[in-house]
Structure formats: structure tokens, C-alpha cells
């Protein structure tokens, strides 16, 4: 087999105009990538200071409304791990005392900041104020780590979740209302605070403006990973897709996210009207890839090596339509849900009892479309990929795999790497196991032929 399988599809209209609207999704989520990064930096040398959040439940729309910088701590410790520079500043941290065994976007993260933030795409702003979710454990300790470093405060709403499989409050519920005013208590006292720490009055068209965006957004998200169902997918959740999860939370509630969507919506269904599939770029021109076999991915990427990674399955024709990492990771996007502009700050709490509850339970006990047999994204196998780092996205993987495998019936790989540290990370190994998923899926698929 060749090294990489790939059917080159430039030549026609859309794949050779650089203002074509194949491609221009991949483009503009670059372009809004070094805007998001310039915008820090900027904001870092004119010594303002920032809000540093969580992507699950990052009250972004809150703190646009006050012109606060916003820092994803998560998205610039995994552009570090993409550029390579991951590993020293993990051996930095690990001196400075951090356990091996730490999540690696808080020791990358930390070692960073003590030298001074200077991320390779921009200076990172020091923090004013901190908020954090009970979505994962980590962010606790990881914020504790910023007030010590920033002496700036932080702000914990604490989302109340699903404490046992099935025990999950609905809407018509009496519990429910309970947690969506526990919830709103925080976001009045949240608001208070950035009054306090900005000087400015809350203003609340200003907010309403912002959940506008968030809920258009929220509408071509959903339509976008829905588009996947079609044969060819229009795209591959461990490439594009991780562009428009940068998108979803770097611009939540913004009208640039808001016309990204759209846009994105629109190429994408053009796509599936030409039958463009999934893309990606080779020495500049734009190539279709070649699907031979429909993949569903639960865990998180594997940042060091993420060409590398993606390359193992697509040389088999392999291709990501869909993931959970693209769900839950998208603070809520995925889900149908409308922010409520006549009453704004209650309907922004249920919003976030809703994204956050989908991490704590959704984690554990939800079993996704992609992990049931007859899904509408037809797939021929899930790929199951535990990390040494992510304890909340690794959970239960290993059970997951086996009701995948034994109750429904479908194909599984259970592979295991690191999120961000590259020396957890053994090649040989994951190809190895790669390379037997897919001889297994063309040996099933060749018996399938002769019945
Ligand atoms: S443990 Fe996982 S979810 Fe929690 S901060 Fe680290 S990478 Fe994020």
C-alpha cells in the first residue's frame, strides 16, 4: 500500500480558485486562528489583563459583554504540543514539582506562563480573573495554579450533575428549575464581580447581542456535524473538525463565529450537493480523500504527532465522520438548544447546566449514536483512544469498547498515547495496532462479499 492513499481532485473550478468556496472553511478558520492569537498578544503588550476560562462552560457571552480578552488555556497548550514544543516545558514543570502522571495541558500551561507567556503564536495577557466549571476535576487545581501565579481571583460555578446513569433532571422536572436558579445565583454573582474587577455596568442588550451569536452558531455547528451522515463525509473530525472546535469556543458568541458557521454551513452543504468529500491540502493544491471506511472517534487527538496520527488511518482510506470530542468539547454547540433573549441570564444558566451536565454525564453514561449499530453515519468501526493526560475524556473507554463491541457489534480499536507529551507516545506501537484494525475491517468485509 502506498504511503499515503489520496485521489487528487484538483483541476475542476472549486479546488483551483484561491477565493473558492471549497477550502474556504480550512482557510478562514487559519485566518481567525492568527486573528484570536494577535488579539491576545495585543492585548498583552498594551498590559490589559484577561479572563482565563475552560472550554466547558466558559461564560464567554458574560465576559464579551464586558470587552474582557478571553484565554483558552486549553487550545494555546495543545498549539504548543502541535509546534513541538510541548515536552520542554513539561520537563520544565515537572522541576518545578508537577507529577509526571498531571494533566499536561496544566503543566504546559503553568511552565509557560512562569516564563514569562511568550506562546510561539503570541504573548498570552495575564489573567485578571479565572472562572472554572466542575466539568473536570483538573480545572480546579489548574486555576488554583493561575491565582498563584496571577494573584487574580477565580470564579467557580458549580454545575449540579447527573449522579448515577438515568438520574439526569428533564425539563418538566421539579429539579430542574432548582438547578437552573442555583445556576443563575452564580452567573448574577459572576456578572458583579466583572463589574467590580472592569468598572463597567453590565449592560444588557450587549449580552443579548452576544447570545444572538452564540445561538447561530449553535444552529450551523449542529447542521455541519449532521452533514457528516452523507457518503462522501464532508469532513474528518480529526482534522477540519478540531478548526471548527477552535472556532466554536475561541469565538463563541461573536459575530465573526456566527458568520463562520453560516459560511461553513454553506460550503459544506455544497459539498454534499457535488459530492466533495473531505479535503485536505498536499503542496498547496486542495485533494479529496479517499473514504474506503467510516470511523467514529471517542477520546481526544493525539496532539504531538497529529498528522502522523491521522495519516495511520487515512493511508487505509480511513476517515473521522464522527466523534464525541466534537460534542462534548464544544461548549454545548452540538446540542439543540436556543438562548431565550427575553430572558436572557436564566436562559444563559440553563444553557450551561445543559453543555456542562452533557460533559459529567455524557462522559460516562451516555452511549452516542456513533457507538450504536445502525447509526445514520454508517460506520464501519469506532476507534476508542485513552490518554495518559485526560482522565475526564478517558474514563470508561475500556468498557465503552467492549458494549461497542460485544452488545452492538461493531468493529472497535482500543489504542492508547498521550494528549500533549510526546515521550508517552509510541508509533511503532499505534501503527502496529492500526494497521491490524484495518486488515481486520478489509478480512470482515470480504466475508461479508462472498455471503
Ligand atoms: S484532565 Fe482532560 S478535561 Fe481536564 S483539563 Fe486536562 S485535558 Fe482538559
Redesign the pocket.
Known amino acids: 500500500m502506498s504511503d499515503i492513499d489520496l485521489k487528487e481532485r484538483a483541476g475542476t473550478a472549486q479546488f483551483d480558485q484561491g477565493q473558492s468556496i471549497v477550502g474556504r472553511g480550512q482557510r478562514e478558520a487559519a485566518r481567525l486562528t492568527r486573528e484570536w492569537f494577535s488579539s491576545l498578544d495585543k492585548a498583552a503588550r498594551e498590559e490589559k489583563k484577561a479572563a482565563y476560562v475552560?472550554?466547558?462552560g466558559s461564560m464567554s457571552e458574560v465576559l464579551r459583554t464586558f470587552d474582557l480578552p478571553i484565554v483558552f488555556p486549553?487550545v494555546t497548550?495543545l498549539q504548543l504540543a502541535v509546534r513541538g514544543m510541548s515536552e520542554e516545558l513539561l520537563k520544565k514543570s515537572e522541576d518545578y514539582g508537577y507529577s509526571p502522571d498531571v494533566?499536561?495541558?496544566?503543566k504546559s500551561d503553568v511552565a509557560l506562563h512562569l516564563a514569562g507567556g511568550h506562546h510561539p503564536m503570541g504573548m498570552i495577557p495575564k489573567a485578571c480573573l479565572s472562572i472554572t466549571t466542575n466539568?473536570?476535576?483538573?480545572?480546579f487545581k489548574?486555576a488554583e495554579a493561575w491565582e498563584r501565579i496571577f494573584h487574580a481571583p477565580i470564579i467557580t460555578v458549580d454545575v449540579p450533575s447527573e449522579r448515577a446513569n438515568g438520574c439526569k433532571s428533564m425539563p418538566q422536572d421539579i429539579d430542574y428549575q432548582f438547578e437552573v436558579d442555583y445556576v443563575t445565583g452564580q452567573i448574577k454573582e459572576l456578572i458583579a464581580k466583572c463589574e467590580a474587577i472592569t468598572g463597567k455596568k453590565f449592560d444588557i442588550d450587549k449580552f443579548r447581542e452576544c447570545l444572538v451569536h452564540s445561538n447561530t452558531m449553535n444552529v450551523y455547528y449542529k447542521k455541519v456535524l449532521d452533514l457528516n451522515a452523507n457518503t462522501p463525509a464532508v469532513f474528518n473530525h480529526l482534522t477540519d473538525g478540531l478548526a471548527y472546535l477552535g472556532m466554536a469556543n475561541c469565538f463563541r458568541g461573536t459575530a465573526e463565529g456566527a458568520q463562520y458557521f453560516k459560511e461553513l454551513y454553506e460550503e459544506m452543504n455544497y459539498r454534499v450537493e457535488h459530492s466533495i468529500g473531505a479535503i485536505t491540502r498536499i503542496d498547496g493544491k486542495l485533494v479529496s480523500l479517499e473514504q474506503k471506511f467510516r470511523l467514529g472517534l471517542r477520546g481526544?487527538p493525539c496532539y504531538p504527532i497529529i498528522r502522523e496520527f491521522d495519516e495511520m488511518f487515512s493511508k487505509w482510506g480511513g476517515i473521522f465522520v464522527a466523534s464525541g470530542y466534537l460534542t462534548w468539547?464544544s461548549g454545548g454547540m452540538s446540542k439543540p438548544f436556543e438562548f431565550d433573549l427575553n430572558n436572557p441570564i436564566e436562559s444563559f444558566a440553563e444553557g450551561t447546566v445543559r453543555q456542562v451536565r452533557e460533559?459529567q454525564g455524557g462522559v460516562i453514561f451516555d452511549m452516542p449514536e456513533i457507538e450504536k449499530r445502525g447509526s445514520r453515519f454508517n460506520l464501519d468501526g469506532v476507534v476508542y483512544h485513552g490518554?495518559k493526560?485526560?482522565?475526564?475524556?478517558?474514563s470508561s473507554l475500556a468498557d465503552r469498547r467492549f458494549c461497542s463491541s460485544e452488545e452492538q457489534g461493531l468493529p472497535i480499536l482500543l489504542i492508547e498515547s498521550e494528549?500533549v507529551d510526546p515521550r508517552a507516545v509510541s508509533k511503532a506501537q499505534l501503527k502496529n495496532r492500526v494497521d491490524a484494525f484495518f486488515e481486520g475491517l478489509i478480512s470482515r468485509q470480504h466475508k461479508e462479499q462472498m455471503q
Open positions: 475552560f472550554v466547558m486549553e497548550s494533566c499536561g495541558y496544566v466539568a473536570c476535576n483538573t480545572y489548574w481526544v468539547a460533559v490518554v493526560s485526560c482522565r475526564t475524556a478517558s494528549l
